[in-house]
């Protein structure tokens, strides 16, 4: 612990596609993780970029002395800075939202190829401003300053930028729309975390109990006896926490960038999880630990996972203090209709009467369909016995 946060040593967060590619497509960008703010630091390696205009993309619902010091710090640099607050909500997760932020930038001065983009929130804030940093003049750079756990965890250690499209008033799918940015670094810092409520660092966590589950099974027993249900961790606890998230990122990712082979075993928990999220309303790693389950209990069913590995799922996620029922009022049929549209449709041939989702043979034993593929085809009768069983 003491060697990822005291001694500031870089962690160094390295993408590549897989040997062959053509073209071969390299992420190669630093993630520091600091227990506290050094602004100090923070200020230096933004004028190291050598910025001619910097575009502050905050979380409106951050407390105001926290936006105010990093905006701040980041004009101190001594070049023309915007402040560009979102009210972060998944129903603003649009391209409209994407664009904004980009045209306010340009209109400021910003947006050219000597800019930068800095994202300062949780993880839908990043996706956004990551998206229009990608978008504006064809790339300029991007910083991550995430503020949440599930953000440090999960989505700046991905270069998926995506917003969501919205089929209907009310309702979204999950980014369906989007693109890959890495960063010039992400900046993480672990005090953040400490100010979070419950629910949030449950949510978080719920990344880590699908890494732990789908892909280092080896970690069960470590993190089983750290997890618990009030939500109460140290920062040597905060720091192990992303350790853990950092290498299962890693070990997925490492030949396959963009997500598209053995890195989508990241998506398991995701395909309900996802229309959870739309239809309820639920936070992600709340809607993800639903997913999971729903995935545990089909492959039981087709006699892979064994009880004790479906109750580990129940025992990790207990543990986190995070719901593991449906809602008994459940709309079956509406959720199925946002699942038929799901983001990972097309990495397998489209069957009909089948849904695509990650299934566990054995704990960090995902099923392959084709290959370096580890998603699988599920019956709509599968899926909707499993959903029924967890609204029981």
Known sequence: MQTLVESRQTSLFR???????????????PVYVRVRPDWAEFQQRL???????????????LPNALVESVYRQVCAVGVPCLLVPLRA??????????????????????????SCFIALGGGLVGNITGLAAS???????????????LAATDSILSCKQGVNGEPAPGLFIKNLVGTFKAPEFALVFLSFWQSLAPDEIRSGLCELVKNV??????????????LNPQAHYSLDEFAQIFRWCFEAKQAVMRQDAHEQGPALVLEAGHTVGHALE????????????LGLLVEAHISHARGWLSDAEVRQHYTLLG????????????????LMNLISDDNKIGYLPRREGYHVMVLLRHLGQPVEER?????????EKELRTALTTLMA
């Open 213 to 226: 589950l789908a892909i280092h099974p080896h970690l069960y027993e470590e993190i089983a006896a750290l």
């Open 371 to 379: 290959p370096g593929v580890p998603l699988a085809y599920v019956s």
């Open 135 to 149: 978008l504006v003049v064809r790339g300029i750079r991007l910083v991550h300053l995430p503020t949440t756990l």
């Open 89 to 114: 909500s998944e129903k603003a997760k649009l391209m409209q939202t994407a664009l904004s932020v980009l045209y306010q930038a340009r209109a400021h001065g910003g947006g050219t190829h000597a």
């Open 15 to 29: 993408l590549q596609t897989k040997e062959g590619a053509t073209p071969r497509i390299t992420y190669d960008y």
């Open 319 to 334: 543990r986190n203090g995070v719901p593991t029922a449906l809602p008994r009022a459940l709309d079956i049929d509406a």
């Open 278 to 289: 739309s239809l309820l309303g639920m936070k992600h790693g709340l809607a993800v630990a």
């Open 47 to 61: 004028a190291g970029l050598h910025a001619d205009h910097f575009t502050l993309v905050a979380d409106a619902g």
